[in-house]
């Protein structure tokens, strides 16, 4: 999987374009994010020493001060910890307006700063799960910006002590698994931000209808790396599914299981069959439902999936398994048409992604955003 379509790894793509090219510049990382926060752990905004500016730390509120902490940064390349609140009435503080608490961590990057950048890379195109241990606050002889980097082969570069490297590589390899970063203490130790950056999750869509066009335009937008099969090459084009990221002619089943074999379909796989066709989807289904996944659905009428379930269970799917079967696929939200039906599937596989209740925000009370607990290793506690 060497795609790099998703919007976190673009930005390290252009941090990397930056770097490779000798031009230094500024990265502002949110490192902590705490109640209605408008972005969270790890949002990038880059800003180049010509004034351009990519990504966003707050979705507005605080960009224009940040910018110039990046700027000064890049002059001086010293390392800038800045903590935005909800603002007062004051017109000239800066704050969030929405609400919450983020902690930004402002650092100069280029060759000299971070040479760790181009094994980052490397891996990430190699299809890899990399995660980025910086130092945010000085401590002793440890300066702010110094770089762990934690992968499959190993790790590069310190955070200025031993025995924090082994801890916070362990924590990262825990934090990858969840897909998910956070800012972590030891002890006496700094505070060291990990922020794990792991390859776009796979949609697996089955069957070239219109309705999997809207899909896969929905899961590109969703960040994943959208797959389109069909056994019928007259339907599965490039033509007709423009932001797929690969169109496959083999039948779901066989083309599910060669992907298996080769390990690729992951614990954040989606799979959705769309076929309409039983001799299709039954036993794509029940391949699936073997497997660990994130979601799988299936569309078609309520006519339909009770009688894909009994041809399931006379197939030997337990009742367990046909329990995480999303038939028919979607939440209802009163659309019919591709798009809709396409944002109704996509809403559902949110849900299951963060286990949520799917009720109207206007209705609810309490925090908006929940975060799970970070996981603690060793003697590293979340901070």
């Excluded at 990046?70 to 935005?84: C, K, N």
Aim: charged share 20%; proline share 6%.
């Amino acid at each position: 999987m060497n795609d790099m379509r998703s919007p976190v790894n673009d930005m390290w793509e252009r941090l990397h374009r930056l770097w490779a090219a000798g031009t230094p510049c500024g990265l502002a990382t949110v490192v902590s994010a705490y109640g209605s926060a408008p972005r969270q752990p790890g949002a990038l905004m880059i800003c180049a020493s010509d004034g351009t500016v990519t990504g966003s730390v707050s979705g507005g509120c605080v960009e224009g001060a940040v910018y110039d902490l990046a700027q000064q940064a890049i002059r001086d390349g010293v390392p800038v910890l800045e903590r935005y609140a909800v603002s007062d009435n004051d017109a000239g503080a800066i704050g969030l307006t929405c609400g919450g608490t983020i902690e930004v961590l402002v650092e100069r990057v280029d060759r000299q700063s971070f040479p760790e950048l181009g094994l980052v890379m490397e891996r990430l195109r190699a299809g890899d799960a990399v995660a980025v241990a910086t130092v945010v606050e000085p401590h002793g002889s440890v300066p702010a910006g110094t770089h762990l980097v934690y992968c499959s082969n190993g790790t590069t570069g310190s955070t200025g002590d031993a025995i924090l490297d082994a801890e916070v590589a362990e924590t990262a390899r825990h934090l990858l698994t969840q897909r998910r970063s956070h800012t972590l203490r030891a002890g006496t130790a700094p505070r060291v931000f990990v922020n794990c950056l792991a390859p776009p999750p796979r949609m697996m869509v089955y069957g070239a209808t219109e309705f999997a066009s809207a899909l896969t335009r929905q899961g590109a937008l969703l960040g994943y790396r959208v797959t389109v099969c069909d056994a019928r090459p007259v339907f599965i084009t490039p033509e007709r599914f423009p932001d797929a990221d690969e169109v496959v002619v083999d039948w779901p089943h066989r083309h599910l299981a060669a992907e298996a074999a080769a390990g690729r379909p992951g614990p954040g796989t989606v799979v959705v069959s769309l076929t309409h066709d039983p001799k299709f989807d039954v036993p794509l289904l029940q391949a699936a439902l073997q497997m660990d996944l994130a979601y799988v659905g299936a569309l078609g009428s309520r006519r339909t999936a009770g009688q894909r379930k009994a041809s399931l269970r006379a197939a030997g799917v337990r009742d367990d398994q046909l329990a995480r079967l999303c038939s028919p696929a979607g939440l209802d939200l009163g659309g019919a048409e591709p798009a809709e039906t396409a944002l109704s599937i996509a809403a559902e596989i949110l849900l299951h992604l963060h286990v949520s209740t799917g009720a109207r925000l206007s209705e609810t009370e309490g925090a908006i955003h929940r975060l799970a607990p970070a996981p603690v290793v060793s003697q590293v506690a979340a901070g």
